[in-house]
């Protein structure tokens, strides 16, 4: 089996990720912070790890700002649900996935909150003079996607997000697609994060860092295992947003996935995976009829390719990859405005390749050869 959809979760995971999660629930996945026995107390320290990993990752410098979520779907509504007034404005990019186009819908139905959506292009650039007059605007909130999920683009987070500081313009970075291919240039306000793909850690595991006056509201309320005699939500961080067990076994994975990373360190991950990509859109770009979408060989990119077949059916050309055991994703990948900016909405979208750090050179060069086949 080849996997070619690391895009929408990473396979396999990192050594050690599978064996830390059974080693949790084998040994006592307890509840942190509900008890003093020994496996209150382990459970507790393995939390306090994770955190202390993960925010380190991020280079954040204040560790109970990372509040652990089930996935960056979860992270993303708590920052818009959170922070977005009734009436506000906010400004975000062409080339959202649905995580962050459907809760600022909802607000736009339920709270009048307007949207300015700025055109980017296929390789991740905005169009100046959009961008500038919705700066100008002074929205309430800047929404941007680290990388396109569709075309692997990445965006120009530094420059946005110094233009939002110079102006007072809380930003909230949707960094799924990037984390763990490439060092994050700026923090947000709000930066949100999946474990399960580039981190290479389980399904189950997300988060969000809080800036320094980032303030949401929580959106989930219930027991945290400190200051239980209030029954009002407690303000300490980041027990606020935390309410309820959390995935221990799979923070316990995502711990291990972390450690793997920075003994491998991501300068031999961007090189390692942009090889790959190189040597897969060289060698789709020589087969008939390939249109790619997005940056080209040697320019920067998180390792996802798509392309359209203007005289095939993408369906049929997966299903046929499918046959030969190649996992491939055809269709809109959860972003349709990202499509209707790259033009490729209204033929069903893109037949996606998403590759990984355990991809293999006869991996891609099986799929290019199957993929020859299919289109000759």
Do not use: W
């Not at 990473?10 to 059974?22: I, Q, R, T, Y």
């Not at 980017?120 to 500038?132: E, H, I, V, W």
């Not at 300068?267 to 060698?283: F, H, I, K, T």
């Amino acid at each position: 089996m080849i996997y070619l959809d690391n895009a929408a979760t990473s396979h396999p995971k990192a050594p050690g990720v599978a064996a830390a999660v059974a080693g949790c629930l084998d040994e006592g996945a307890c509840s942190p912070g509900r008890g003093s026995h020994p496996l209150a107390l382990a459970a507790s320290r393995l939390l306090f790890e994770a955190r202390e990993a993960t925010a380190g990752f991020l280079g954040a410098p204040h560790s109970e700002r990372l509040i652990f979520t089930p996935n960056a779907t979860a992270a993303l509504n708590l920052a818009l649900l959170g922070s977005v007034p009734p009436g506000g404005l906010v400004a975000l990019s062409s080339l959202e996935h649905n995580a962050v186009m459907r809760p600022l819908r909802h607000l736009e139905a339920t709270q009048g909150v307007r949207l300015r959506v700025i055109p980017f292009d296929g390789c991740g650039r905005p169009d100046p003079g959009s961008l500038q007059e919705a700066l100008d605007q002074r929205p309430d909130l800047f929404v941007l996607t680290t990388a396109s999920n569709v075309t692997g683009a990445l965006t120009p987070v530094a420059e946005i997000a110094e233009q939002c500081a110079r102006r007072g313009i809380p930003l909230c970075l949707d960094a799924s697609q990037s984390l763990g291919h490439h060092p994050l240039p700026a923090l947000g306000q709000f930066t949100c994060f999946s474990g399960h793909k580039g981190l290479l850690g389980p399904t189950g595991t997300g988060g969000l860092l809080l800036g320094a006056e980032a303030q949401p509201q929580p959106l989930l309320f219930g027991g945290t295992g400190s200051a239980s005699e209030l029954e009002v939500q407690p303000n300490i961080l980041p027990d606020r947003f935390e309410p309820g067990t959390p995935n221990l076994p799979g923070l316990a994975g995502l711990r291990v996935a972390l450690q793997f990373l920075a003994s491998t360190g991501l300068p031999a991950v961007q090189a390692r995976e942009a090889a790959l990509c190189d040597e897969l859109l060289r060698g789709l770009l020589a087969l008939p009829g390939v249109v790619i979408h997005g940056p080209d060989p040697g320019q920067p990119r998180v390792p996802v390719i798509s392309l359209t077949l203007p005289d095939r059916d993408l369906g049929e050309v997966a299903l046929a990859l499918d046959r030969r055991g190649i996992c491939t994703r055809v269709g809109l990948h959860c972003a349709p405005a990202a499509h209707r900016s790259l033009g490729t909405f209204a033929g069903g979208g893109t037949l996606r390749l998403s590759l990984g750090f355990f991809t293999t050179d006869q991996e891609i060069r099986d799929t290019l050869e199957a993929l020859e086949a299919i289109l000759t």
